[in-house]
């Protein structure tokens, strides 16, 4: 957990220099700088948070003037006493005290160079603070990159931040995520419109939210129930960035190894991996990364398995050295949009063991059947002439075809498998 800021505050700086408060409203208010004028209206030059320091020479109206400060963001005012003023004037008091802006008399023997050195030194405490803590914060993030990569920056970055602190994907799902972070859709969507190293902090309720884009990769979210050190931040996107590069380029060396791989297999070398034979080879309608040994080639993924989950086309059982045949019946498959070889119409007549396909397919024929198939299949799938070489009416030759597909589990109208058919009954 990262060390609030310890900048001054009013009634601190009041208390080290000596002054005395005539108005003790919003004395736990951060002092930014201290801007000493005699100008009626000086709001113009100021930013906000500033002690302004006057002796009231053209002060005017003094519900005015403080109204001025107040909307101009002062966070309180400095009044020199001893000069054109003896006393803080009645008027001014009330008038701060009504709008709760703190007032501090400074007595003549107070010079306004004090109250700026004093607010100088703070200033330069607190911002040679904040870099220890951001190289603190830096080394810590490091250790934890080194160590376990982007989940370590995450979950250390949480811990610095006392919060949630997420990798997000291009898409704004998270990957590494520590704590619960806001809804950040809408604000993912505009970061990807705008492009380039953009990002975008607010305040959600009570919790301080920041998003980061790194890169391509994604983002960093982050939130907070106080306010962001942005040098934090800025530390863990910057080695989330290198982090994420480094392991796309580890992940594309993989892609090589798993491809060399599969091309060796595809060559018959034997490669260590193989599922035990027999097995097939699949060809994934979805990309995936599953498990044992599997690419990706021409933009596909191939796994060779007994077995898959996931939505693929099959070839037909292979072994090791036949692995290239598998890739191109899993091709097949693939388009002509069927689960395995075996179901492209013609596939039989690639088989490698033709006749031990033959006997399958038609094992559930009789040899009437099969010899009404023969000579339907030699007539060219017509009934008429079927019928009369087989000495039986067209009838007869219709129901035993219709009996065929049903036993067969296969339309008989594709060329493929008709072609097919013709060949296992000439096996």
Same mark, same amino acid.
């Given at each position: 957990?990262?060390?609030?800021?310890? =900048? *001054? +505050?009013?009634? /601190?700086? &009041?208390?080290?220099?000596?002054? #005395? !408060? @005539?108005?003790? %409203?919003? $004395?736990?208010?951060?002092?930014?700088?201290?801007?000493?004028?005699?100008?009626?209206?000086?709001?113009?030059?100021?930013?906000?948070?500033?002690?302004?320091?006057?002796?009231?020479?053209?002060?005017?109206?003094?519900?005015?003037?403080?109204?001025?400060?107040?909307?101009?963001?002062?966070?309180?005012?400095?009044?020199?006493?001893?000069?054109?003023?003896?006393?803080?004037?009645?008027?001014?008091?009330?008038?701060?005290?009504?709008?709760?802006?703190?007032?501090?008399?400074?007595?003549?023997?107070?010079?306004?160079?004090?109250?700026?050195?004093?607010?100088?030194?703070?200033?330069?405490?607190?911002?040679?603070?904040?870099?220890?803590?951001?190289?603190?914060?830096?080394? =810590? *993030? +490091?250790?934890? /990159?080194? &160590?376990?990569?982007?989940?370590? #920056? !995450? @979950?250390?970055? %949480?811990? $610095?931040?006392?919060?949630?602190?997420?990798?997000?994907?291009?898409?704004?799902?998270?990957?590494?995520?520590?704590?619960?972070?806001?809804?950040?859709?809408?604000?993912?969507?505009?970061?990807?419109?705008?492009?380039?190293?953009?990002?975008?902090?607010?305040?959600?309720?009570?919790?301080?939210?920041?998003?980061?884009?790194?890169?391509?990769?994604?983002?960093?979210?982050?939130?907070?129930?106080?306010?962001?050190?942005?040098?934090?931040?800025?530390?863990?996107?910057?080695?989330?960035?290198?982090?994420?590069?480094?392991?796309?380029?580890?992940?594309?060396?993989?892609?090589?190894?798993?491809?060399?791989?599969?091309?060796?297999?595809?060559?018959?070398?034997?490669?260590?991996? *193989?599922?035990?034979?027999?097995?097939?080879?699949?060809?994934?309608?979805?990309?995936?990364?599953?498990?044992?040994?599997?690419?990706?080639?021409?933009?596909?993924?191939?796994?060779?398995?007994?077995?898959?989950?996931?939505?693929?086309?099959?070839?037909?059982?292979?072994?090791?050295?036949?692995?290239?045949?598998?890739?191109?019946?899993?091709?097949?498959?693939?388009?002509?949009?069927?689960?395995?070889?075996?179901?492209?119409?013609?596939?039989?007549?690639?088989?490698?063991?033709?006749?031990?396909?033959?006997?399958?397919?038609?094992?559930?024929?009789?040899?009437?059947?099969?010899?009404?198939?023969?000579?339907?299949?030699?007539?060219?799938?017509?009934?008429?002439?079927?019928?009369?070489?087989?000495?039986?009416?067209?009838?007869?030759?219709?129901?035993?075809?219709?009996?065929?597909?049903? *036993?067969?589990?296969?339309?008989?109208?594709?060329?493929?498998?008709?072609?097919?058919?013709?060949?296992?009954?000439?096996?």
């Amino acid at each position: 957990m990262y060390t609030l800021s310890m =900048a *001054l +505050t009013v009634g /601190a700086l &009041a208390r080290e220099v000596g002054l #005395v !408060v @005539r108005v003790a %409203a919003g $004395l736990d208010r951060v002092v930014a700088w201290v801007h000493s004028t005699e100008l009626a209206d000086p709001t113009p030059f100021l930013e906000g948070g500033e002690l302004l320091l006057t002796t009231g020479i053209a002060l005017g109206p003094p519900g005015e003037y403080v109204r001025r400060l107040v909307a101009a963001g002062a966070v309180g005012l400095g009044f020199g006493t001893g000069l054109s003023h003896e006393h803080v004037p009645g008027d001014l008091v009330r008038a701060a005290r009504e709008a709760g802006l703190a007032l501090l008399e400074v007595p003549r023997a107070t010079p306004f160079i004090a109250i700026t050195k004093a607010v100088s030194r703070a200033v330069a405490a607190d911002e040679y603070a904040a870099l220890r803590r951001a190289g603190a914060a830096q080394r =810590a *993030l +490091t250790r934890a /990159a080194v &160590a376990d990569g982007p989940p370590g #920056v !995450v @979950r250390r970055l %949480a811990r $610095l931040l006392d919060g949630a602190a997420a990798v997000l994907d291009p898409g704004g799902a998270p990957v590494h995520a520590v704590g619960v972070l806001p809804d950040l859709a809408g604000t993912v969507r505009r970061l990807a419109a705008a492009g380039g190293p953009a990002g975008a902090s607010w305040q959600a309720g009570e919790r301080h939210v920041a998003v980061q884009v790194l890169g391509r990769r994604g983002y960093l979210a982050v939130a907070a129930g106080r306010p962001l050190d942005a040098g934090v931040v800025n530390a863990a996107a910057s080695l989330l960035t290198v982090a994420l590069a480094r392991s796309d380029e580890v992940e594309a060396v993989r892609r090589e190894l798993r491809a060399a791989r599969f091309r060796l297999a595809l060559a018959g070398v034997p490669v260590a991996g *193989l599922p035990e034979a027999p097995f097939r080879v699949f060809v994934l309608r979805e990309p995936a990364e599953p498990n044992g040994f599997w690419a990706e080639v021409d933009g596909r993924v191939v796994v060779l398995a007994h077995a898959v989950d996931v939505p693929a086309a099959a070839s037909g059982p292979v072994g090791a050295t036949e692995v290239a045949r598998g890739y191109r019946e899993a091709l097949r498959a693939l388009e002509a949009g069927v689960a395995t070889f075996e179901e492209v119409a013609g596939s039989g007549l690639l088989a490698a063991d033709a006749a031990g396909f033959a006997a399958t397919l038609l094992a559930p024929l009789d040899d009437v059947l099969r010899e009404t198939l023969r000579v339907w299949l030699a007539c060219h799938g017509q009934a008429e002439p079927a019928a009369a070489r087989l000495g039986v009416h067209r009838h007869t030759v219709r129901n035993r075809v219709q009996r065929v597909e049903r *036993l067969l589990g296969r339309s008989l109208e594709p060329a493929g498998v008709r072609a097919e058919l013709w060949l296992a009954l000439h096996a």
